[in-house]
Nanobody
């Protein structure tokens, strides 16, 4: 029943902005920590940002100061606002949460930063 559906990816020029959304269902969203990961071809999947149930925020050094993670518990949705985008940000971005011992993932949304 757990579902995570990302949206908002696309092609953007360096320096541009994009806002990703992850709509969820099938679990108690408000009490669950949520994460954004990304994966580029040939590279390992990396944790980009985390937002806890109490709205604590953790960011990878590579995106700190440029990305902002937020959540709307009324909408069961987590967001990733990405500003000052760089070509190195190009990847498939995945929404993630861990429920008990199981990890749940969305289908991913492609972000391409290119001039």
């Amino acid at each position: 029943q757990v579902q995570l559906v990302e949206s908002g990816g696309g092609l953007v020029q360096p320096g541009g902005s994009l806002r990703l959304s992850c709509a969820t269902s099938g679990f108690t969203f408000s009490t669950n920590d949520m994460n954004w990961f990304r994966q580029a071809p040939g590279k390992e999947r990396e944790l980009v940002a985390t937002i806890t149930s109490s709205r604590g925020r953790i960011y990878a050094d590579s995106v700190k100061g440029r990305f902002t993670i937020s959540r709307d518990n009324a909408k069961n949705t987590v967001y990733l606002q990405m500003n000052s985008l760089k070509p190195e940000d190009t990847a498939v971005y995945y929404c993630n949460t861990k429920l008990r011992r199981d990890n749940y993932w969305g289908q991913g949304t492609q972000v391409t930063v290119s001039s």
